[in-house]
């Protein structure tokens, strides 16, 4: 062998030796010139010198464009990677996001501070700086670092910038209109988090939501949520009852470890730690300033209470824009032609996003953009089925009593004296929906639709009561919020009050067989009965005494058709949505112990001068 072909062999051979360091280079630049967007990560930094990871997805050729930023704690990577990613921009982001993309919109996600790829400390829902917080950033104050960076280095945009996003991201939204960035021209939270006490995440009127404590788990334990949450059961009804009370289950799950579980079983009352976290009430102490569409979900299973309140509390403002759809919790965002069993025959969803967000956006945040007056109010009327627009909200201006009668009826002239009177057993709760109780986010869960469940598995107990109207010969129309004022006595010292109303269909219902005779709830919550005085002062409930109770239902827009009847059912648990109420007065019932949980005889009146009555928002003529 020649000397040219020996070195000719070692050349060969080497090429076949594996590369100091691996088949994997230091460095991989992949090709995406073919992609519809370009996208860059960066880390921005606040003015405490802490960075948050943000990722800016810019349709490609955009030039002079607005963005749109998303503030979450659900990873700004994954926000920005629908389906992991590919060349379209449905590939990057879901259904709303593209769309805005698609018109001329560059989408910005970041990392809350000590979420995933953002440095800090993380703080659930932090407070804004005072009482709550002695540090001297907040959500407010990071929103402002954000967008003041955006306008100085995104080269592409026009230097506005508007804040969007939901559920906890819809919170940051309302976080950013607090001392807002010059730049901020626009702002649309969705089913935001603003009260989590009164009727949002953790409680509804004192009742604790126990069911989220698989959020809070995932949430806390890990930056990057990824301690998962697990149940030797199938049915968290069967879950919640071997443990007793939510702090016994708490506890066995480890989670006495995160800080933010012990703040919450630590003020289970509306003290000064919720109170100064209500939302609502930081927006109120400012003009609005930033024109906000607030969203709301007439079925929303989270965060029903949150953009009501929020757009009541800044109403009086001509920036002030209030939107309602037939959703459950985020499904403005998404495909919403129905929900559950009922169809509207049209994706809602797209209907708003195109006919009155994006015209909105547009409006306030494209150079020379159209000149759109964006609707005071444009809410779902649900019954008939169709988008309606009004000048104000709520569209009917007084309430109409609809009385809890004798003989299980109603009506909207008071009754005979009486009540009526039924065992509730904390051994035997009344369930949420039917069983097996899958957790929320489980696999197969269908915890968005609850809502809409047919609520005919309860009405057949006989620890619920069922009050039913005639049938209806006119439309009745609600708009606005319903009141449930209860004349009730207990056996116990503590209790908890359920009330639903009802939309009862006819028994027959050619338009679709299976809905009929079906029961669907029109709005539904519980009212912790220690807290009837005050949310901040609990106090036992005199036993086998006549005491009123009020309970705010939540906002809808609808319409009980003729043919149809009004049902009002009243019960004293939720379970395992709401932990159960002991029965007996106890300092804090996350720490209830098996010997307090006893039952109690419940009475409803309908006597003169302690009638039990729905206030209704009947619209004049409907």
């Known amino acids: 062998m020649t000397a040219l072909s020996l070195i000719s062999a070692s050349a060969a051979a080497q090429d076949m030796v594996f590369p100091k360091g691996g088949d994997i280079p230091a460095t991989f630049v992949p090709v995406k010139d073919s992609f519809s967007y370009v996208k ?10 802490v960075k948050l990871h943000t990722v800016i997805l810019i349709p490609r050729g955009s030039k002079l464009a607005p963005m749109m930023l998303d503030r979450t704690p659900y990873s700004a990577s994954k926000l920005m990677a629908r389906g992991g990613g590919g060349p379209q921009l449905e590939d990057a982001l879901f259904p709303g996001y593209a769309e805005l993309a698609h018109a001329g919109y560059i989408m910005v996600a970041q990392d809350v501070r000590g979420k995933y790829g953002s440095k800090g400390d993380y703080v659930m829902n932090r407070p804004i700086v005072g009482p709550l917080n002695n540090t001297k950033v907040d959500h407010s104050t990071d929103a402002y670092d954000t967008i003041d960076w955006l306008v100085k280095n995104v080269p592409e945009s026009n230097g506005r910038v508007g804040t969007i996003g939901t ?8 976080m950013s209109l607090v001392n807002p960035h010059p730049a901020l021209k626009a702002a649309v939270p969705i089913n935001p988090m603003v009260d989590v006490w009164k009727g949002d995440d953790w409680f509804h009127n004192g009742a604790f939501r126990q069911e989220m404590m698989s ?12 301690e998962e949450w697990f149940s030797n059961r199938r049915d968290d009804y069967a879950t919640f009852m071997h443990y007793g ?8 799950m480890g989670m006495d470890q995160l800080p933010f579980w012990k703040r919450l079983t630590q003020h289970p009352a509306y003290d000064a730690f919720w109170q100064g976290q209500a939302v609502d009430k930081i927006l109120a102490r400012s003009p609005l300033t930033v024109p906000t569409l607030f969203v709301d979900s007439q079925w929303d299973q989270e965060d029903i209470y949150g953009a009501p309140a929020a757009y009541a509390a800044v109403k009086a403002s001509p920036n002030a824009h209030f939107v309602m759809g037939p959703w459950y919790h985020g499904e403005a965002n998404r495909e919403a032609s129905s929900l559950g069993v009922l169809d509207y025959g ?7 996003r195109t006919g009155t967000m994006i015209p909105f956006l547009d409006a306030n945040l494209k150079d020379n953009g159209p000149a759109v007056a964006t609707p005071a109010v444009s809410v779902f009327e649900t019954g008939t089925n169709a988008w309606r627009t009004y000048s104000s909200w709520p569209l009917a201006q007084g309430l109409k009593p609809l009385y809890l009668t004798a003989n299980s009826a109603l009506s909207f002239a008071p009754g005979a004296a009486g009540y009526d009177e039924y065992v509730s057993d904390p051994a035997k709760p009344v369930t949420y929906r039917n069983r097996p109780n899958a957790a929320p986010y489980s696999e197969g869960s269908t915890w968005s639709k609850w809502l809409v469940d047919d609520q005919r598995f309860a009405s057949g107990r006989t620890d619920v009561l ?18 449930a004022h209860l004349f009730a006595s207990t056996s116990g010292t503590d209790s908890d009050w359920v009330v639903k109303l009802i939309d009862v269909y006819p028994d027959q219902y050619p338009l679709k067989p299976e809905m009929g005779g079906y029961e669907l709830g029109v709005g539904m919550d519980i009212l912790r009965g220690r807290y ?25 827009d609808h319409v009980f058709l003729p043919g149809h009847r009004i049902m009002v059912q009243v019960q004293s648990s939720w379970f395992p949505l709401y932990d ?24 409803v009146y309908h006597a003169p001068g302690q009638a039990s009555y729905v206030a209704l928002p009947v619209v004049s003529g409907g």
């Open 167 to 174: 559920s906890y991201d819809g919170f940051t939204v309302l």
């Open 346 to 352: 049209f994706d809602t969803a797209k209907a708003f």
């Open 532 to 556: 009837r005085d005050d949310p901040a002062r609990p106090s036992p409930i005199p036993s086998n005494q006549v005491v009123e109770y009020k309970l705010d239902l939540p906002t809808a």
């Open 40 to 49: 860059r990560d960066v880390m921005i930094a606040m003015r405490d010198g």
């Open 466 to 483: 069922s009050y039913t109207s005639e049938v209806l010969t006119a439309p009745v129309h609600i708009a606005g919020q319903p009141v």
């Open 215 to 226: 959020y809070v788990y995932g949430q806390t334990a890990k930056t990057d949520s990824g």
């Open 580 to 603: 159960r109420n002991p029965q007996t007065y106890v300092p804090n019932i996350f720490f209830a112990k098996p010997a307090d949980y006893v039952k109690a005889t419940q009475r």
């Open 245 to 252: 009370s939510a702090g016994a289950y708490g506890t066995a």
